[in-house]
């Protein structure tokens, strides 16, 4: 059947549509625990903010949820522009909140998870029934949507509340868009638990209807805060020497960060690996996979037991203490408050705000150094578990370099080598041409980052056999580099031999524009043809260094001038969206555009690339499943295969609408 493509193939997604088209880009799909969350944060915000002293959940039998809080309750008058009562706005519209006007910190909300403005929004788009009492100014306000906020019933007043306030919401999650329609027990009590460590004179209680219709009730509070939550995450492990619990935010002359920016924090140092994990907050919202805020604290811990270590002379002469020495052992809570938190989508797994590394290390080095010298022996039992680390890693290390010893190949001129041994610390950069190799150079941390720039294109490696590689002098570097020869796809499970690496990660960094995307298609054809092992085990990386430059003028002293970077041209409108939000006019704000690696001066590539606490990688996986890998092996052949033209032809005439070049 032939396919018109014509004026009538655009479709305009409008209100809550975009949500229910895509969910996978705004939420969870594997349960509604995240739509849930988004209710719940908006409580610990009241809570955060002074204003709620109670956050009350319940799980019904029929699979809805309600969520209860005593705060101000969500304004329910008109709003000014739009002419719709605010609390339907707020969960009828993306990207509309009280979270956006955060101007030298005197909005509704000057500290909180939200900044995308989708939140509750998201949670009305997926459920099948949402209903919303709002107590405010002695009155009770109630609205209901329904059928994914589509259907929306008349805000009315039902009845006197005195002076009480507050906001229920209950909510009904459509099955549908989700692979469970129940919200996991475990991970909610993990989340409402969270926010009672992080919130002091906060109550927070979950009750779970039965089948009999009784009520299982729970209660979290923790008198003594983090430490004595990271008490019993420790379990029965005691540490080598007292937690060190503390707090400190930004004054109101703090020339570099906002009013009440900054961190509080509990760290402890054990002998063994403790079974749970360290946790990390950005404004109560729980950051599973980590993020600059938590780099930050390793940096500033790391500097303070450096400093302890060298003021008492405690390291073995020829021992050089790393990151992970002082911190591989270390079980921290971290909560940090963020004026303008960025996040990595919408699910807010993880940090991304640059910032943050200078906020969170600047706070905790100081108190903690003043703290180890006050505590001297406590000090010098952690000194003894980091120099124990450290003495442990340079041993390995040794062990790998006898293996390596045996070899007889010579490593390319043009690689620049890395200091450090360490097979998990070690990163080989595959720089697209001379110019972005040399600011590489200067970029990159001498200790741990290797650079080989690479002249021109790639060979296209699909039909080459692999005792002809080494014929391409390019190939031919990347492989001495690595310390792995060609292997191929094993046909009778044996495992290559990947023994001589010497690179735990090896990044493509290439422009962002065809000629890099096209570089890197030529290394990934290469990796996969002829290096599979190095893509299977996850050592295989691709650098996303950004298109757009956005400097952002100061705001009076508490909001100093900043410097955004932007991915493509989706990020740079939503750059833009959020800083016209907070107030900065379009004028003011200059954008610079990249034309290639090339044209950044070292300190941008740093940032933007290659430190591993800022910058923005993809990890290269093959898909897993029945059929992947010949789905895969399909692809390649029609892409890179000499005789494959008309088939790429007829391909590229299909898909062609689909691409994005940025030409």
């Given at each position: 059947m032939?396919?018109?493509?014509?004026?009538?193939?655009?479709r305009?997604?409008?209100?809550?549509?975009?949500?229910?088209?895509?969910?996978?880009?705004?939420?969870?799909t594997?349960?509604?625990?995240?739509?849930?969350?988004?209710?719940?944060?908006?409580?610990?915000?009241?809570?955060?903010?002074?204003?709620?002293?109670h956050?009350?959940?319940t799980?019904?039998?029929?699979g809805?949820?309600?969520?209860?809080?005593?705060?101000?309750?969500?304004?329910?008058?008109?709003?000014?522009?739009?002419?719709?009562?605010?609390?339907?706005l707020?969960?009828?519209?993306?990207?509309?909140?009280?979270?956006?006007?955060?101007?030298?910190?005197?909005?509704?909300?000057?500290?909180?998870?939200?900044?995308?403005?989708?939140?509750?929004?998201?949670?009305?788009?997926?459920?099948?029934?949402?209903?919303?009492?709002?107590?405010?100014?002695?009155?009770?306000?109630?609205?209901?949507?329904?059928?994914?906020?589509?259907?929306?019933?008349?805000?009315?007043?039902?009845?006197?509340?005195?002076?009480?306030?507050?906001?229920?919401?209950?909510?009904?999650?459509d099955?549908?868009?989700?692979?469970s329609?129940?919200?996991?027990?475990?991970?909610?009590?993990?989340?409402?638990?969270?926010?009672a460590?992080?919130?002091?004179?906060?109550?927070?209680?979950?009750?779970?209807?039965?089948?009999?219709?009784?009520?299982l009730?729970?209660?979290?509070?923790?008198?003594?805060?983090l430490?004595?939550?990271?008490?019993?995450?420790?379990?029965?492990?005691?540490?080598?020497?007292?937690?060190?619990?503390?707090?400190?935010?930004?004054?109101?002359?703090?020339?570099?960060f906002?009013?009440?920016?900054?961190?509080?924090?509990?760290?402890?140092?054990?002998?063994?690996?403790?079974?749970?994990?360290?946790?990390?907050?950005?404004?109560?919202?729980?950051?599973?996979?980590?993020?600059?805020?938590?780099?930050?604290?390793?940096?500033?811990?790391?500097?303070?037991?450096?400093?302890?270590i060298?003021?008492?002379?405690?390291?073995?002469?020829?021992?050089?203490?790393?990151?992970?020495?002082?911190?591989?052992?270390?079980?921290?809570?971290?909560?940090?408050?963020?004026?303008?938190?960025?996040?990595?989508?919408?699910?807010?797994?993880?940090?991304?705000?640059?910032?943050?590394?200078?906020?969170?290390?600047?706070?905790?080095?100081d108190?903690?150094?003043?703290?180890?010298?006050?505590?001297?022996?406590?000090?010098?039992?952690?000194?003894?578990?980091?120099?124990r680390?450290?003495?442990?890693?340079?041993?390995?290390?040794?062990?790998?370099?006898?293996?390596?010893q045996?070899?007889?190949?010579?490593?390319?001129?043009?690689?620049?080598?890395?200091?450090?041994?360490?097979?998990?610390?070690?990163?080989?950069?595959?720089?697209?041409?001379?110019?972005a190799?040399?600011?590489?150079?200067?970029?990159?941390?001498?200790?741990?980052?290797?650079?080989?720039?690479?002249?021109?294109?790639?060979?296209?490696?699909?039909?080459?056999?692999?005792?002809?590689?080494f014929?391409?002098?390019?190939?031919?570097?990347?492989?001495?580099?690595?310390?792995?020869?060609?292997?191929?796809?094993?046909t009778?499970?044996?495992?290559?031999?990947?023994?001589?690496?010497?690179?735990?990660?090896?990044?493509?960094?290439?422009?962002?524009?065809?000629?890099?995307?096209?570089?890197?298609?030529?290394?990934?054809?290469?990796f996969?043809?002829?290096?599979?092992?190095?893509?299977?085990?996850?050592?295989?990386?691709?650098?996303?260094?950004?298109?757009?430059?956005?400097?952002?003028?100061?705001?009076?002293?508490?909001?100093?001038?900043?410097?955004?970077?932007?991915?493509?041209?989706?990020?740079?409108?939503?750059?833009?969206?959020?800083?016209?939000?907070?107030?900065?006019?379009?004028?003011?704000?200059?954008?610079?555009r990249?034309?290639g690696?090339?044209?950044?001066?070292?300190?941008?590539?740093?940032e933007?690339?290659?430190?591993?606490?800022?910058?923005?990688?993809?990890?290269?996986?093959?898909?897993?499943?029945?059929?992947?890998?010949a789905?895969?092996?399909?692809?390649?052949?029609?892409?890179?295969?000499?005789?494959?033209?008309?088939?790429?032809?007829?391909?590229?005439?299909a898909?062609?609408?689909?691409?994005?070049?940025?030409?």
């Open positions: 032939k396919q018109t493509y014509d004026e009538s193939s655009f305009v997604l409008k209100g809550l549509e975009p949500v229910r088209e895509r969910p996978g880009m705004y939420t969870r594997d349960s509604p625990a995240h739509i849930v969350q988004e209710v719940i944060d908006n409580a610990a915000d009241e809570a955060l903010g002074g204003f709620a002293r956050i009350h959940v799980l019904h039998r029929d809805s949820v309600t969520v209860t809080d005593d705060g101000r309750g969500i304004p329910v008058g008109m709003h000014a522009e739009e002419k719709v009562p605010v609390v339907v707020a969960f009828t519209r993306l990207h509309a909140g009280g979270k956006f006007n955060k101007r030298e910190g005197n909005s509704a909300y000057a500290f909180s998870g939200g900044l995308h403005g989708v939140g509750v929004a998201v949670t009305n788009a997926l459920s099948t029934r949402v209903e919303v009492e709002v107590r405010r100014e002695g009155k009770v306000h109630a609205v209901v949507f329904s059928e994914g906020g589509e259907k929306i019933s008349a805000l009315e007043v039902t009845g006197d509340c005195g002076r009480q306030s507050g906001t229920r919401v209950r909510l009904w999650p099955p549908k868009y989700f692979d329609p129940r919200v996991p027990q475990a991970e909610l009590e993990r989340l409402l638990r969270s926010k460590v992080l919130l002091p004179g906060v109550k927070v209680l979950l009750d779970i209807e039965q089948a009999d219709g009784s009520m009730s729970k209660t979290w509070t923790y008198p003594q805060g430490a004595g939550y990271l008490a019993e995450l420790a379990g029965e492990q005691l540490p080598v020497a007292p937690a060190y619990a503390a707090e400190k935010y930004a004054g109101g002359d703090d020339a570099l906002a009013e009440g920016e900054g961190a509080a924090w509990v760290i402890a140092w054990f002998a063994e690996p403790v079974a749970a994990a360290s946790e990390s907050y950005v404004n109560l919202i729980p950051t599973v996979a980590g993020g600059t805020h938590e780099s930050g604290l390793r940096s500033g811990v790391f500097e303070a037991v450096k400093s302890f060298e003021h008492h002379a405690l390291l073995p002469r020829g021992v050089k203490l790393q990151q992970d020495d002082v911190c591989g052992k270390m079980l921290f809570v971290l909560s940090a408050r963020i004026l303008d938190p960025q996040f990595q989508g919408q699910v807010k797994e993880k940090l991304t705000s640059r910032e943050a590394v200078k906020l969170v290390a600047g706070v905790v080095r108190p903690f150094e003043i703290w180890l010298n006050q505590h001297v022996e406590a000090g010098r039992a952690i000194a003894e578990v980091s120099i680390q450290a003495l442990a890693r340079q041993k390995n290390a040794q062990k790998v370099e006898k293996k390596k045996s070899g007889v190949a010579v490593l390319p001129g043009k690689l620049t080598d890395c200091e450090s041994t360490d097979l998990l610390e070690n990163e080989l950069f595959l720089v697209e041409g001379d110019s190799g040399g600011s590489a150079k200067m970029a990159r941390n001498k200790e741990t980052q290797a650079i080989l720039p690479l002249r021109g294109k790639v060979l296209n490696s699909w039909e080459v056999e692999a005792g002809r590689l014929a391409n002098a390019e190939i031919h570097d990347i492989a001495v580099a690595l310390g792995v020869d060609p292997h191929g796809p094993q009778n499970n044996a495992e290559p031999d990947l023994s001589g690496l010497r690179y735990g990660k090896l990044v493509i960094m290439s422009d962002a524009d065809v000629d890099g995307a096209h570089i890197q298609t030529l290394l990934l054809t290469l996969y043809r002829h290096f599979p092992a190095l893509i299977r085990r996850g050592h295989i990386y691709i650098a996303q260094p950004p298109l757009y430059r956005i400097d952002v003028p100061a705001q009076g002293k508490k909001r100093p001038a900043k410097r955004l970077y932007a991915l493509d041209d989706g990020e740079l409108e939503a750059i833009r969206d959020r800083l016209a939000k907070e107030g900065f006019a379009p004028d003011k704000i200059e954008v610079g990249f034309k690696l090339g044209e950044m001066n070292p300190e941008q590539l740093r933007t690339a290659m430190d591993p606490a800022t910058r923005r990688v993809l990890p290269v996986a093959e898909r897993m499943g029945e059929g992947a890998h789905d895969t092996l399909k692809l390649f052949n029609l892409l890179m295969g000499k005789g494959e033209a008309s088939s790429r032809r007829a391909w590229m005439e898909k062609g609408h689909l691409a994005e070049a940025d030409i």
